[in-house]
């Protein structure tokens, strides 16, 4: 499959001119799509395109693996009381392509399950510290769909347990365009705070402005730094790290 990665340098006008003068190209033997979304709207104009691109690779590419519908099943066996040190659909769904991946691969069952076992997870992907009876987690998502799927995660492993987001947004686009989404996501906490943008302009303020205001939707302040979080479960979701927020509310709860 062909690929698009970042360098971390690129500011993209066009799809074509990132992909020729900001991004790299990489050749897979096997290619694993575990979810589909709207996003990149600098590369992407709507859905159609993103199917596009699909075919594309798919014409390129002679193994493709659907997570959606694998099954842990080798052969006649069936692997039941599979052990991941992880929570969450999506999550069990990933696992399920890497197995499924392995195998093509001819590496044995017991291998693969011995591996997944001592998985790590990636650096901000639901890192949890426990202050108390209160549960902070660290998440990279900031996309509405990622963070639904933690929070998903979140209501599974802590189902009495009220949840706080702090939400980080990092393209005004993007919040302005998923508007709803993020509404719709927010909307299963208890209270969501809203980041400034880093860089603070019209179009970021008009962001933030079409989903705040709400109820349980409103824009951070350190006020909120105060709140009662006793028994609740603290989403610092983002892809801009939120550590000072995170030690000022750990502080708090330690006291």
């Known amino acids: 499959i062909t690929a698009l990665i970042n360098d971390g340098r690129s500011?993209?006008?066009?799809?074509?001119?990132?992909?020729?003068?900001?991004?790299?190209?990489?050749?897979?033997?096997?290619?694993?799509?575990?979810?589909?979304?709207?996003?990149?709207?600098?590369?992407?104009?709507?859905?159609?395109?993103?199917?596009?691109e699909l075919e594309i690779s798919f014409s390129k590419n002679p193994h493709q693996i659907n997570t959606y519908s694998a099954k842990l099943k080798e052969n006649e066996n069936?692997?039941?009381?599979?052990?991941?040190?992880?929570?969450?659909?999506?999550?069990?769904?990933n696992a399920l392509a890497c197995i499924t991946c392995c195998l093509q691969l001819n590496i044995d069952i017991v291998t693969i399950i011995s591996k997944l076992k001592t998985y790590v997870p990636a650096k901000r992907?639901?890192?949890?510290?426990?202050?108390?009876?209160?549960?902070?987690?660290?998440?990279?998502?900031?996309?509405?769909?990622?963070?639904?799927?933690?929070i998903e995660s979140i209501k599974q492993e802590y189902p009495n347990k009220k949840i706080y987001i702090f939400f980080h947004p990092d393209r005004p686009k993007r919040l302005t365009k998923f508007a709803?989404?993020?509404?719709?996501?927010?909307?299963?906490?208890?209270?969501?705070?809203?980041?400034?943008?880093?860089?603070?302009?019209?179009?970021?303020?008009?962001?933030?402005?079409?989903?705040?205001?709400?109820?349980?939707?409103?824009?951070?302040?350190?006020?909120?730094?105060?709140?009662?979080y006793k028994d609740s479960v603290l989403l610092f979701t983002g892809s801009?790290?939120?550590?000072?927020?995170?030690?000022?509310?750990?502080?708090?709860?330690?006291?």
Do not use: W
């Not at 069936?78 to 769904?93: A, C, S, Y």
């Not at 939120?242 to 000022?248: E, G, P, S």
């Open 78 to 93: 069936i692997h039941e009381k599979l052990f991941l040190p992880f929570v969450g659909k999506h999550m069990l769904e």
């Open 180 to 228: 709803y989404d993020f509404i719709k996501t927010f909307k299963k906490a208890k209270k969501t705070f809203i980041f400034q943008f880093l860089k603070e302009g019209k179009e970021e303020n008009n962001a933030i402005k079409s989903v705040i205001n709400r109820k349980n939707i409103v824009e951070f302040t350190e006020e909120a730094i105060k709140e009662d």
């Open 125 to 150: 992907r639901y890192n949890k510290t426990f202050v108390n009876n209160t549960i902070l987690i660290d998440d990279y998502g900031h996309h509405p769909k990622e963070i639904k799927a933690t």
């Open 11 to 52: 500011k993209p006008s066009d799809k074509s001119k990132a992909q020729k003068e900001y991004y790299y190209c990489v050749s897979e033997d096997y290619s694993v799509f575990s979810l589909l979304n709207i996003e990149n709207s600098l590369f992407y104009k709507n859905i159609n395109d993103i199917y596009d």
């Open 240 to 255: 801009k790290e939120m550590k000072d927020i995170i030690n000022k509310i750990t502080k708090k709860l330690e006291e």
